[in-house]
């Protein structure tokens, strides 16, 4: 038996003024200052951000948002709404910059920001409510292998939050932080998402000249018969192993909610099919929720089930955008318009 000496009084105050000094701190490192947690990321706080200091890191930036919601609407895609800035960001400011006559440096400065509030003075974010469409499905998992996909009756949505995050052109995990402890799945509920719908200038049916495809800035541009710049998409073009062409081609056809044809010709990595299989229609599609056709065999600009790497990997030879880019191009173009593939 071991002895056990009595309990000191004074020691046990010491004892618990540490623990009051440790949760104090432990409080305070929890709260913390303004420069060690993230900005707010209410409705209000994003509609009414203006601090351009912010650059683009980890975090997700109120007035990155704000931003990135503002190109989209003129039709200079960000791609997916993150809050994080990045290439594609980048690209479509500077694409902005140079549309508008301003200086050309990708930065998001107040003369800049000047132009972009121009758009629209909607907030760029609103409160939305499920509907009932929004919840029915079906939804599926989609599997990874293509040979498994073909098993499928459709490339579905997964869930309807990934549903939402497309239909608002947005990243699935800011939907998520923007929405902290709310369910996706039903019916009825307010949400926050991006408000993306077209300014009014953008909304009317423009007259397109051309497409251009850069290959070396990975942006897909619309051109007007005045030589505008109608609009401009982050596009994921070619690989070193199956580089996009270059000269110029014509749309031949537009094909919504398209089926996939896989040829072994193709010979894609990780496909281990000898004969040609086909991939049923959806958003989750090889191809997307769209493929437009062109004048050259096999190559066409279309959708991907995966908006959040457009921009940023290669693609198997062809032009991929996110759905909602390709959606919006594809009710632009017509039967003949030219393509061409800037090196």
């Known amino acids: 038996m071991f002895d056990m000496a009595p309990p000191d009084p004074m020691a046990e105050v010491e004892l618990k003024m540490r623990a009051l000094v440790c949760f104090a701190f432990g409080l305070l490192c929890m709260t913390g200052s303004l ?6 990321l209410t409705m209000e706080a994003v ?15 109120p007035v990155l948002i704000k931003a990135q919601v503002l190109l989209d609407r003129a039709r200079f895609s960000p791609g997916v709404i993150d809050g994080r800035g990045g290439e594609n960001m980048q690209n479509a400011i500077r ?3 140079k549309a508008r006559d301003l200086k050309v440096d990708g930065a998001l400065d107040d003369e800049l920001w000047t132009k972009l509030n121009e758009i629209s003075g909607d907030p760029v974010l609103i409160s939305y409510t499920i509907t009932d469409k929004d919840v029915k499905g079906p939804f599926a998992k ?3 292998k293509m040979e498994d996909q073909a098993k499928l009756e459709r490339l579905s949505y997964s869930s309807p939050e990934e549903l ?21 799945d039903e019916a009825g509920a307010s949400i926050v998402v991006a408000n993306v719908s ?12 051309k497409i251009e495809v850069s290959k070396s800035e990975h942006v897909l541009r619309v051109l007007g018969k005045d030589g505008a710049v109608i609009a401009v998409y982050p596009a994921s073009i070619g690989s070193d192993e199956k580089p996009a062409p270059t000269g110029t081609y014509r749309v031949k056809a537009i094909a919504p909610n398209p089926v996939y044809t896989y040829n072994p010709d193709y010979a894609f990595k990780g496909v281990k099919a000898h004969k040609k299989f086909e991939i049923k229609p959806g958003p989750n599609n090889p191809v997307g929720s769209t493929w437009i ?9 279309h959708g991907t089930p995966e908006p959040e790497k457009v921009g940023k990997v290669y693609s198997n030879g062809c032009v991929r955008l996110t759905n909602w880019d390709v959606e919006e191009l594809a009710g632009m173009v017509r039967k003949g318009t030219p393509v061409v593939f800037l090196d």
């Open 95 to 97: 694409a902005f910059e």
């Open 164 to 184: 939402l995050a497309e239909k608002f052109h947005m990243d699935a995990d800011l939907l998520k932080e923007l929405n902290p402890g709310k369910r996706f």
């Open 47 to 61: 509609n009414d951000a203006s601090d351009l200091s912010v650059k683009p890191g980890k975090d997700v930036s």
């Open 142 to 144: 989609i599997p990874d």
């Open 35 to 40: 420069s060690a947690t993230p900005q707010s």
């Open 293 to 301: 056709d062109l004048s050259i065999e096999s190559f066409g600009i």
């Open 198 to 209: 077209p300014s009014p200038e953008t909304q009317e049916k423009a007259e397109i000249e």
